[in-house]
């Protein structure tokens, strides 16, 4: 089949700015009112703070590795310095600061997501429409959204882990340096998203899975290929063909490079800042004191009345309230909330973090 050159720029610049009104949807979706409201939100409480005492060099404990508190902590030092977003200020995190300088980044991080999945998509089926949906349906999914207007650190987990992802496909269709220089980049994603917590390890256990999965398909077919040689009218699938096939092309030297020795090294790296701040416990304790730490945290409905047990979670029944209040036009008005409106008696202000069930049960 022959492209013509106009028709292929003519569809390369309509895949061009769909991409492009997807990023300014998200940037909207995120940016929009993103000061509310003037506290601090779900676990801003620790994330905001701890990003904070960076700056601050107030000594302290996280339960979790410390980049996504490195990332907010240049947010927090770059908003601070920036005209705008000053409609409201709060002490919370140790120091006076807009919501607006804690949640900024968060928001344009979650805001490139989008783009990234469609990228990850077209690497995979090379086609452009199937791309452009996959970002919108990333840029419109609810959790992904509430968690990227708030200084929170499963945005950062989940664009470094992608990035991760995408990087190790690209891996595959290059050589030479170009080849090692994605996998680097891979290796670097994937102890990244680790380094925001620990569940970013799921991004590269994912690949070990899909790699183990590519060889067995190999295997099989190269098995099938001498046991029936060739059909008229029929050829079999070449081994390698397919972008995750493909993966089967990566030697041990650069698995062991990109999928073990690189996010080991970056892991490890991460925690530097950190412990020059907190020199005790050191590295090898702190693991530690983490896995302790949430192997004694309790739950079940005595610890907390709202939760839901694991085996609901597919069916979202149950969505995570972030924020909740209720506001009365005969109280006080409350700093933490933005004016009533008209003629209102009294107004619930609250936000929950739920997926799109559309998207979660039907991907």
């Given at each position: 089949?022959?492209?013509?050159?106009?028709?292929?720029?003519?569809?390369?610049?309509?895949?061009?700015?769909?991409?492009?009104?997807?990023?300014?949807?998200?940037?909207?979706?995120?940016?929009?009112?993103?000061?509310?409201?003037?506290?601090?939100?779900?676990?801003?409480?620790?994330?905001?703070?701890?990003a904070n005492d960076y700056l601050t060099k107030t000594p302290f404990f996280n339960a979790h590795p410390p980049l996504s508190q490195y990332i907010i902590?240049?947010?927090?030092?770059?908003?601070?310095?920036?005209?705008?977003?000053?409609?409201?200020?709060?002490?919370?995190?140790?120091?006076?600061?807009?919501?607006?300088?804690?949640?900024?980044?968060?928001?344009?991080?979650?805001?490139?997501?989008?783009?990234?999945?469609?990228?990850?998509?077209?690497?995979?089926?090379?086609?452009?429409?199937?791309?452009?949906?996959?970002?919108?349906?990333?840029?419109?999914?609810?959790?992904?959204?509430?968690?990227?207007?708030?200084?929170?650190?499963?945005?950062?987990?989940?664009?470094?882990?992608?990035?991760?992802?995408?990087?190790?496909?690209?891996?595959?269709?290059?050589?030479?340096?170009?080849?090692?220089?994605?996998?680097?980049?891979?290796?670097?994603?994937?102890?990244?998203?680790?380094?925001?917590?620990?569940?970013?390890?799921?991004?590269?256990?994912?690949?070990?899975?899909?790699?183990?999965?590519?060889?067995?398909?190999?295997?099989?077919?190269?098995?099938?290929?001498?046991?029936?040689?060739?059909?008229?009218?029929?050829?079999?699938?070449?081994?390698?063909?397919?972008?995750?096939?493909?993966?089967?092309?990566?030697n041990f030297l650069e698995v062991g490079l990109s999928l073990a020795i690189i996010p080991i090294l970056v892991y490890s790296i991460s925690w530097i800042?950190?412990?020059?701040?907190?020199?005790?416990?050191?590295?090898?304790?702190?693991?530690?004191?983490?896995?302790?730490?949430?192997?004694?945290?309790?739950?079940?409905?005595?610890?907390?009345?709202?939760?839901?047990?694991?085996?609901?979670?597919?069916?979202?029944?149950?969505?995570?309230?972030?924020?909740?209040?209720?506001?009365?036009?005969?109280?006080?008005?409350?700093?933490?909330?933005?004016?009533?409106?008209?003629?209102?008696?009294q107004v619930i202000f609250d936000v929950h973090a739920m997926g799109n069930p559309a998207l979660w049960w039907l991907s």
């Amino acid at each position: 089949m022959k492209f013509n050159k106009k028709q292929f720029n003519k569809s390369t610049w309509v895949f061009s700015l769909g991409m492009l009104g997807v990023f300014l949807l998200s940037l909207t979706l995120r940016f929009w009112e993103l000061e509310r409201f003037n506290t601090l939100v779900f676990d801003e409480v620790y994330y905001a703070k701890f990003a904070n005492d960076y700056l601050t060099k107030t000594p302290f404990f996280n339960a979790h590795p410390p980049l996504s508190q490195y990332i907010i902590a240049i947010g927090i030092w770059i908003g601070s310095h920036l005209p705008f977003g000053k409609t409201a200020v709060n002490s919370m995190t140790g120091s006076l600061l807009s919501p607006w300088d804690y949640r900024w980044l968060n928001a344009l991080t979650g805001s490139f997501i989008p783009l990234v999945v469609g990228a990850l998509a077209y690497q995979l089926v090379r086609r452009p429409s199937y791309a452009f949906i996959a970002a919108l349906f990333a840029a419109c999914d609810g959790l992904f959204l509430v968690e990227s207007r708030y200084a929170l650190n499963n945005i950062y987990l989940v664009l470094l882990g992608i990035l991760g992802q995408l990087f190790i496909l690209k891996s595959v269709e290059a050589e030479g340096k170009k080849r090692w220089l994605w996998l680097i980049l891979a290796g670097v994603g994937f102890g990244a998203s680790a380094a925001i917590k620990w569940n970013g390890l799921w991004f590269l256990f994912g690949t070990y899975l899909i790699l183990i999965c590519a060889w067995a398909v190999r295997l099989i077919q190269g098995n099938k290929g001498e046991e029936e040689p060739s059909r008229e009218g029929n050829s079999t699938l070449i081994p390698g063909e397919s972008p995750v096939q493909k993966l089967t092309e990566l030697n041990f030297l650069e698995v062991g490079l990109s999928l073990a020795i690189i996010p080991i090294l970056v892991y490890s790296i991460s925690w530097i800042p950190h412990l020059l701040l907190n020199p005790t416990p050191n590295f090898w304790q702190m693991q530690t004191e983490i896995l302790t730490y949430h192997q004694r945290i309790k739950s079940g409905p005595d610890v907390h009345p709202y939760c839901s047990a694991w085996y609901s979670w597919p069916l979202m029944l149950r969505p995570i309230i972030y924020f909740y209040k209720t506001a009365s036009s005969n109280a006080q008005p409350d700093p933490v909330l933005p004016p009533l409106p008209e003629g209102a008696t009294q107004v619930i202000f609250d936000v929950h973090a739920m997926g799109n069930p559309a998207l979660w049960w039907l991907s």
